[in-house]
């Protein structure tokens, strides 16, 4: 038995896609076993495990990985969350790295305590914080 099911519309449930399931959203496409899509529109899941929940033109093809919301954000690893802005309004514990890239020229208009690290290429510069008017050097 598929197991699998899609309720909203205009759905695409390719087989074999063994307990995997799409609701509500448009133009959306499964090809994965043990998968999940929730809304959005012309959104795909091709890897087992994967997930896409809302947004546009999405895609997963790497096991165990989800896209959250956005619009053309694609699965670039295995077990990898990916989001175009995440908030968080508690706490955030990080266990292993946090991974910042060079802005070069620093961003105006972030919010007060922003991080960034300031280089070019290769060269680094510093890690800067945003006081809610100027990037001070950390």
Do not use: C
């Amino acid at each position: 038995a598929n197991n699998g099911g899609a309720f909203g519309e205009s759905h695409n449930m390719q087989n074999p896609s063994y307990n995997s399931f799409i609701t509500g959203g448009n133009g959306n496409t499964m090809n994965a076993n043990k998968a999940f899509m929730g809304g959005g529109t012309s959104n795909s899941v091709t890897a087992v495990e994967g997930a896409v929940i809302g947004g546009s033109s999405n895609s997963v093809s790497h096991q165990a990985s989800v896209v959250l919301g956005g619009s053309g954000i694609s699965s670039t690893q295995t077990n990898e969350v990916s989001v175009p802005h995440l908030r968080v309004t508690g706490s955030a514990t990080i266990n292993d790295v946090l991974v910042l890239p060079f802005q070069s020229p620093l961003p105006s208009g972030k919010p007060t305590g922003s991080l960034a690290l300031s280089g070019s290429g290769a060269t680094y510069v510093g890690m800067f914080v945003y006081d809610g008017t100027n990037w001070v050097s950390a």
